[in-house]
């Protein structure tokens, strides 16, 4: 349960989850933000005014679906990293999943990166196809990886390896 581990449900998950129709048409954000908390940056990050809240600051943000162009901006403008980017109309058996990133090392372009769920519960070993920095005043960074389309709902962060001694 969210309020007690931070992890949704499928009834949270169900209010933010874009249509299959709408997702057969290409990327589109998905704002995994469930708790009304004053917070807004992804409402003034996106250049299509494509995210809302009603009735205030408080709310939950509402991605809508029409406006959405999938361009990423809002994922690494979300401190709360909740904003992921899916694009199910990569290839025929993989998608496109972009969440944020605040670790080091940060992945590199080509690398392959152990994705995980909710739960973090390993899901795979997916390439990483793109690795944008936020900006020079935003460290987070925004990976793009490329998972098979069964997965893409799933994946929504990575473990890159390794232990801090070396081992
Ligand atoms: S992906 Fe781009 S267009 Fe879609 S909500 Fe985020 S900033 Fe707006
Ligand atoms: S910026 Fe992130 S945490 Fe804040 S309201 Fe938007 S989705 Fe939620």
């Not at 003034?44 to 029409?66: F, G, L, R, Y």
């Amino acid at each position: 349960m969210l309020i007690r581990d931070g992890i949704p449900t499928p009834e949270d998950l169900a209010t933010v989850m874009p249509s299959e129709e709408r997702l057969a048409k290409g990327p589109i954000a998905i704002t995994e933000c469930f708790q009304n908390i004053a917070c807004n940056p992804c409402v003034a990050a996106c250049p299509q005014h494509a995210i809302s809240m009603e009735p205030d600051i408080n709310a939950t943000p509402k991605v809508d679906p029409d406006a959405c162009i999938g361009c990423r901006v809002c994922v690494a403008r979300c401190p709360g990293l909740a904003i992921f980017v899916v694009d199910m109309t990569h290839s025929e058996d993989t998608a496109l999943v972009t969440l944020p990133f605040e670790f080091l090392p940060v992945p590199e372009k080509g690398q392959l990166v152990c994705g995980l769920n909710r739960e973090g519960a390993e899901q795979g070993w997916y390439p990483v196809v793109r690795a944008v920095s936020g900006g020079k005043k935003n460290m987070t960074w925004m990976l793009t990886l490329e998972v098979p389309k069964d997965k893409a709902m799933e994946v929504r962060n990575i473990k890159v390896g390794g232990y801090r001694d070396g081992r």
